[in-house]
């Protein structure tokens, strides 16, 4: 699996999980680069900071020596992919490699259709405080250590990917219906969960309010988390305040500790749950595991936030109903006197056109919506939809801004301004911050 005489060339660097797995292998001692689109990415400070090599796309990048690592974004008919094939050089997918890779460690698999990053993120963290562990997070961050135990990693549902994998241990999220552009329906969606549970080695920890997990079958125990007296592993005297949340934590009745957690919404408690649960089975120190949540940073592009003169700009990158929804929540937890703006861009046509009407309920817990226009993936540039069709569901308004004019964000002070997007929304934002600045400056 690991040959230190060869270089791994990672197709697509850029992308989340690529480039945490490029880092990965590179903290390991392996020698590593990539190619990528030129235009920049978040992902690629920490690469360049590692002094990884990224190379534009093109078929001389492929030569002998090399183990080509390929994103699945890519087809195969990529330039990269096809010159690898005519050299004779084996193309590993990026799911197929991970499923090879965690075999020598105690391996937690975090999947759901929402939360995997922040989930994975908590998990990372709390477990490398007690335990030499390496990591996988979906906001682009990896780590390796040589004499790891551990290996926590996120596991994506997109095209049943994680079936790739046979984990020791699973976090279960939720299961949601998206990824409309694949999966047929929820029930479609279930199915592939329902796979990967039968796949999975020791336990599976799942959110006992989601209907689909409580459905789930599996040769393995089954343990679910939440705050109902049916849940094995319970929160309860949860106190949400704007510093954070408090609560403490019962396994089948048993008192195991009370926890603090600087991080805001419903969600991240469940979430934090899930991560405790996989502590307390493997018989960690909860006393640890205690000292090191009250730490957590978050993770990138995850409820980021900082000020500009008197406004909150938070960055997310919710990009579904359930995530805008919970998102919002957070805000309104961390700053409850204050007014919620939301920036939304669609990721999508097709997740836009079959979730339209949730996203619009979601989007209206805002106080206010701006929409930008709909952003097209690598694997979907066109769809029969517009953001106009969005907006027009939309009750807190719904106006649509451009890059070049963001000007009607500056009608509002002292307030949030969400922006929630897994596209370039970050360019609205930059946008936004460079007017409110200038519109300052002028003032002054």
């Known amino acids: 699996m690991e040959n230190q005489d060869l270089v791994y060339h990672f197709v697509g660097i850029k992308g989340s999980g690529m480039s945490s797995l490029a880092l990965v292998l590179h903290q390991k001692g392996l020698k590593v680069q990539g190619s990528d689109v030129t235009e ?33 974004a890519f087809p195969d008919s990529h330039e990269e992919i096809v010159r690898a094939k005519e050299l004779g050089i084996e193309v590993i997918r990026y799911h197929d490699f991970i499923g090879q890779f965690i075999r020598p460690f105690t391996s937690v698999a975090v999947t759901g259709s929402h939360g995997k990053t922040s989930t994975t993120g908590l998990l990372s963290h709390v477990l490398s405080g007690v335990a030499p562990t390496s990591y996988l997070i979906g906001d682009g961050t990896g780590h390796g250590e040589v004499d790891a135990k551990f290996f926590a990693f996120e596991a994506c549902e997109y095209r049943r990917h994680f079936l790739a994998y046979s984990p020791d241990y699973v976090i279960m999220t939720n299961v949601d219906f998206d990824h409309p552009d694949y999966y047929k329906s929820i029930d479609d969606v279930f199915d592939a969960f329902q796979t990967m549970a039968h796949q999975v080695q020791k336990g599976i920890f799942a959110y006992g309010d989601d209907p689909y997990l409580r459905k789930l079958q599996a040769e393995v125990p089954i343990h679910y988390y939440g705050t109902n007296d049916d849940d094995d592993i319970q929160a309860k005297n949860i106190e949400r305040t704007t510093e954070g949340s408090a609560f403490d934590v019962y396994v089948k009745d048993q008192f195991i500790g009370h926890f603090v957690l600087p991080a805001y919404g419903q969600h991240n408690i469940m979430n934090a749950l899930g991560v405790i649960a996989i502590a307390y089975f493997e018989g960690l120190d909860m006393n640890l595991i205690a000292d090191e949540m009250k730490t957590f940073p978050g993770v990138k592009r995850r409820f980021s936030e900082k000020k500009v003169n008197d406004m909150i700009i938070v960055d997310d990158y919710a990009h579904h109903p359930s995530e805008i929804a919970a998102t919002i929540d957070a805000a309104r937890q961390k700053y409850p006197t204050k007014e919620i703006i939301a920036v939304f861009q669609p990721h999508t046509f097709t997740r836009t056109i079959a979730l339209m009407d949730d996203f619009a309920k979601a989007l209206d817990l805002a106080d206010q919506v701006f929409l930008c226009d709909i952003f097209g993936s690598a694997r979907e540039q066109k769809g029969d939809v517009k953001i106009e069709d969005l907006g027009a569901k939309i009750e807190k308004g719904g106006q649509v801004i451009q890059e070049d004019n963001v000007s009607p964000l500056l009608d509002y002070h002292d307030a949030v301004m969400v922006f929630m997007g897994a596209g370039d929304v970050q360019k609205f934002e930059r946008a936004y911050e460079k007017l409110l600045s200038e519109t300052t400056r002028n003032v002054l």
């Open 40 to 72: 920049y990415f978040f992902t690629q400070r920490d690469l360049e900071k590692a002094n990884i090599t990224i190379l534009p796309f093109a078929a001389d990048n492929i030569h002998p020596g090399l183990v080509v690592i390929a994103g699945n």
